[in-house]
C-alpha cells in the first residue's frame, strides 16, 4: 500500500528567536540592542509575521496528510520521503538550503516577508497553501525544474546546490589547487546555475564587466569564476572564468593542506578536500521542482 501525502513544512530560526536565546529574555535583548542605537521592535515584528505564517500554512495542510517540521540547522539530519510535498516558509535562501537534501519532490515556496525577500523562489502567500497543497496532492499544478550544481570528487563524495558551490579554504586563507594545467593561488572558485545568478554569483558576475551570458535558470548551463586569482612565478590567472554547459566539467585538483567545498552557504555540511583530490563540478541530474 502506497502512503499518502506528507507535508514537511520547512523554517529557520528567527532573528528574535536568536536575540533571545543569546540574551536570556525579551528585556534584556531589547537592552542589548539599545545600547548599540537598535529598536527591538523591528525583528519582533518580523517573528510576529513569520509565526502568523507558519500557523496559516500548517492550517491549511488536509486532514488526511501526515505532516511534519523541520528546522534549516536540521535539514542535513531529516530523511526526506518521496511522497513528501515540502512547503519552505522563509526567505529564498531557505528554498536554496533545502534543495540539496531532495530528490524531485514539488516544492511550494512561501514568502514570511513580502517587499524584504526578492521572492525569486518564495513566490507565493500563505492564503494561497491549500490550493497549492491540493493541487502538488493531486500531481497538478505549474512547475519549474531549475538546474542545480553538483560536486564530484576522485572518492566518490557527492555535493549538491541549488544556487552555488564554493571552493576554497575553510578560514578564507589562500586556496592552492590547479584548473587544468594551471596552478592557482586565490580565494578560492565559484560555480553556480542561473538561480545563483540572481545572488552572490550575480555579484561577480557584476564585478568581471557581466561579459559572460546569465543562463535562465531551468537551462542546463553554470557559471565560474575565480575569486581574487593571484599571479606569481608559479601561479598564473589565465583559467579564470566560464560556461559550462550540461555535458562539461571543471576539474580543479587541491594543492593545499585542507580545502572544503560547500553549497548555497552551507558551511556546516561541506566536503572536506586534502592534498591531491580532484573535484569535478558540473551540472548536477538533479533539478529542483518548484512550484510555480
Known sequence: MSLGPRAVLVHRTTEYEELVARHGTHGQAAYFLATHGRDIAEPAERHRRAVRVLAEVAAAVP???????????????????????????????????????????????????????????????SADAAGLLTAAGAGHGTYADLTMVEAVTDDAQRLL?????????????????RIGGEAQASSGVLVGTGTGATGWLRSVWQERGGTLPLPDPRLRHL????????????????????????????????ESERLVAFGDGMEADALDLTWGQTVHLGCAPTTLRLLT
Open 223 to 254: 557559471l565560474w569564476f575565480v575569486r581574487e586569482a593571484w599571479p606569481s612565478p608559479t601561479t598564473g590567472t589565465t583559467a579564470s572564468a566560464g560556461l559550462l554547459t550540461e555535458s562539461e566539467r571543471l576539474s580543479v585538483t587541491v
Open 161 to 177: 546546490a541549488l544556487n552555488e558551490i564554493y571552493l576554497g579554504h575553510s578560514s578564507h586563507q589562500t586556496a592552492r589547487y
Open 63 to 125: 486532514l488526511a496528510w501526515r505532516r511534519a517540521r523541520v528546522e534549516r540547522a536540521d535539514l542535513d539530519r531529516f530523511l526526506f520521503g518521496p511522497e513528501d510535498i515540502v512547503v519552505v516558509a522563509g526567505g529564498d535562501g531557505l528554498v536554496a538550503n533545502t534543495a540539496k537534501y531532495l530528490t524531485g519532490q514539488p516544492v511550494i515556496g512561501v514568502d514570511t516577508d513580502p517587499g524584504r525577500n526578492p521572492g525569486v523562489l518564495v513566490r507565493h502567500r
